[in-house]
């Protein structure tokens, strides 16, 4: 799928388990990071709606510890429009990039500004108190 325009920056969003987030708070909210040897592709995803469905629907009900988090983020256009807009459902709602894990360290550099913690999604037998404001789970703040 094509680009439409787009300014100088694009905001992407990426649906995360507790694990990566720590690893994105620990880098400041500036990176995210490297794919282990099994994930071969960084998929950061064009929407909010699509990256709550994940966190909500395969996060929280998949990982462990059952929680999932929607991340925003400004990555300059001229990196982002590299990468070929992959429709992988819903052609309007479930849009993301496929980014090589050897890009990663590239992508991460194009990061404008900090990862942000838009929403949480906790399912039953998660414990640890999620601050309602930054959405970040007590003791990472």
Request: aromatic share 12%; hydrophobic share 40%; net charge negative.
């Amino acid at each position: 799928m094509p680009w439409t325009e787009v300014g100088e920056t694009v905001t992407l969003y990426r649906p995360t388990g507790l694990q990566e987030l720590k690893l994105v708070i620990e880098s400041g909210f500036r990176r995210w990071p490297a794919r282990l040897p099994d994930q071969p592709i960084f998929y950061p995803v064009l929407n909010f709606e699509y990256a709550e469905e994940i966190a909500r629907d395969w996060n929280a009900k998949r990982n462990d510890p059952p929680v999932g988090f929607v991340t925003a983020f400004e990555v300059r256009s001229d990196m982002a429009t590299k990468y070929e807009i992959q429709v992988v459902g819903a052609q309007e709602r479930h849009q993301e990039l496929w980014v090589p894990a050897e890009d990663l360290e590239a992508f991460n550099d194009a990061i404008v500004g900090q990862i942000r913690v838009m929403a949480h999604y906790a399912a039953e037998g998660f414990t640890v108190k999620i601050d309602p404001a930054t959405h970040l789970p007590e003791g990472l703040q």
